[in-house]
Every structure is written in C-alpha cells, then in structure tokens.
C-alpha cells in the first residue's frame, strides 16, 4: 500500500498568516489568521504586516497540524508561497518554512501565489470530490494586485493571454472605495452597497485596450473627477448615492473584464471558464459569471468564498501536484515579489 503524502501549506504574501493540511491532496485543515491593524491606515502596512505574520505563523501552523489529527512527525513536505508579494511578509512564510523542513528532514517546495489561486478550483475536501475543471480551461485571475486571463493547459503550464497594464480590479475598487471615504478594504464595502443601488445610475469611462489586455487607470480617473464635481454641486451627493454609485462602479468594472473574456473564449474556442483570485468574492462577478453560462453555453467554475482570498490550501494542493512529480527546491531559494507566472 502506498504511504500517504501529508502536505503542509503555508501562505504569507500580504496580509493574511495561513496553514492548511492536505492528505493525498485532500484538504484536511485550513486555518487563517487576519491582521485588522491596516484598516486605520487605509492600505497594507508592509512593515506592520511582517511583524504580524512573525506573531501569528507559528500559532496557525500549530491549529492547522492539530486540526489535521496529525503530528508534525507524518508531514511528507512543506509547500510555501515564495512569490509573488511583499517581501516582508514573504520572508517570514519562507524563512519558517526553511527551518521547520530542515528540522523535520523532510523536503520544501515553492509555489507561485497566482498559480496557488488559480488552481484553488483542485482543492478537494473528500474523496469524491470532482468538481474540479477539465484541462485546458480559462481562467480570470482577479484580485488586489492581479487581474489577468489565464490558459491553464496543465497545473505547471499556464499561459497569460491578457492582463491588466497599471492597477488591478481589485486596487481600483479600493481606490474608488477611498475616494467615497468608505473605508479599507474596499471590495466588500462596495460590494455590499451595490446590492442596494442601480447600477444604471452612473456612467464611468471605459477604457479601450486592444487585445485581451485590462487597463483601469482611466476609470479610476474618471471616477475621482465625477466624484469632485458631484460633491462641489451638492456637499452630501456621496452619502446620498452611495449605493447607486458603488452600483454603477461595480457593474462598469464587472463589464470591462467580462468583455476581455469573451473575447478570449471566441479566441481559444474553450467554453470552461474559471475565476480566481479576491474579486472572485464580489457578487456582481459571480452574477455575470452565471449569466454567460446561460447566454452563452459556458460551463463555470466559482471557488467557495473561503478559497477566493489569500489561503493556505491553495498551496498546498501546488504543493502536492508538484511532490507527485518530483519537484521540490533548494534550501537557498530566494523569495520574489515581482509578478509572474515563471
């Protein structure tokens, strides 16, 4: 009988101290610590962060050994994520990891953030559990620092075919977020008045980028001028519309990146359709994923919202694709912030 792999998953790229567990690629425990220090800050502190994840690592890998009903003793390997993100924050993910399979004698291998959510829709919680997309599919990559249209033709082969040239959906919604003085983060703010508001109320500027690229400079822009001039004509405008304009905003940023990917399915002829990443959390994007599978045949795939933000299990199951084939790295291996998919 063959021995059972035992991966440790270990998340540490911006914000959030992550550890999960997987056995044979099943998910066993997953456990998150978030630092509600940067909201008084309006932004991610990298330097507040880092000394958080030195305070919390330890603890959530400890939760998510015990959760597993293991002992660190039966963990096969450790998967961590060596870029991209903060380099403080990394560091402090890479460097326990270090010393905790070095202690262990057991072997350590580096996962790319982006290729962790993406394959976040591999994540089993049983045995039969197959609700996993068949190879090749699309995926939209969408988060804070991300947003991108992914060919992923195997778990270590994925193709960018567009991504954005300045911010990511998920900074602009921040920053728009902002400028309303609603608070950080974001997404869930303006994802929540949205429910309330008509997404028809408002218009904001489109920007037209050729190809599968994402531009949101421009709607940024456009936002925080329309805001300037709404509020000199009446003082209150932003507390009276709030829902209406995080609506509208929703909805314009929700069409950008819906248009991308259509183009992108008409393109490669592929029909599954993943999302991934933070921004996979907001309900208009769920909504529009649904409506082109009706509209137009797609067959799609939505992570469960515990998937969607920075978590461990997604490492871990890279991790454990990547132990079945041999790959592990060097004890030397550097941590990365840059983005990229190599």
Request: hydrophobic residues 40%.
């Amino acid at each position: 009988m063959a021995k059972e792999i035992y991966i440790l998953g270990i998340e540490s790229s911006c914000d959030d101290t992550s550890a999960a567990v997987l056995k044979d690629g099943v998910l066993l425990s997953n456990v998150t610590a978030s630092q509600a220090v940067h909201e008084a800050y309006g932004g991610v502190v990298p330097e507040l962060a880092s000394r958080a994840h030195q305070q919390n690592v330890v603890p959530v890998v400890d939760q998510a050994i015990k959760k597993a009903g293991i002992t660190k003793e039966q963990l096969t390997a450790i998967a961590f994520t060596r870029g991209p993100g903060l380099m403080g924050s990394l560091l402090v993910g890479v460097s326990f990891a270090k010393g905790f399979a070095r202690s262990l004698g057991i072997p350590l291998i580096d996962v790319n953030h982006l290729q962790g959510h993406v394959m976040a829709h591999f994540i089993k919680e049983s045995d039969d559990d197959n609700t996993q997309p068949p190879l090749p599919f699309l995926c939209l990559l969408v988060s804070g620092g991300n947003s991108q249209i992914v060919k992923v033709n195997a778990y270590n082969d994925m193709e960018v075919l567009g991504q954005t040239i300045d911010d990511a959906a998920g900074e602009a919604i921040d920053k728009c977020s902002k400028v309303m003085g609603l608070g950080y983060p974001g997404g869930p703010i303006i994802d929540r008045l949205a429910r309330q508001g008509n997404p028809k109320a408002y218009q904001f500027a489109e920007p037209q980028i050729p190809g599968l690229d994402y531009s949101f400079s421009g709607l940024k822009t456009s936002f925080l001028y329309n805001m300037r001039k709404w509020v000199e004509e009446d003082p209150d405008f932003i507390e009276h519309h709030k829902e209406d304009i995080a609506a509208s905003l929703e909805w314009t940023i929700v069409d950008i990146l819906m248009k991308k990917l259509r183009l992108a399915v008409k393109q490669t002829g592929i029909k599954h359709v993943a999302v991934a990443g933070g921004v996979s959390a907001n309900n208009g994007l769920r909504n529009a994923f649904h409506d082109h599978a009706k509209r137009y045949g797609w067959t799609i795939y939505i992570p469960k919202f515990s998937y969607t933000t920075d978590n461990a299990a997604m490492i871990g199951i890279v991790g454990y694709y990547k132990y079945l084939d041999g790959v592990t790295c060097p004890i030397d291996a550097p941590a990365f912030s840059k983005v990229t998919f190599k």
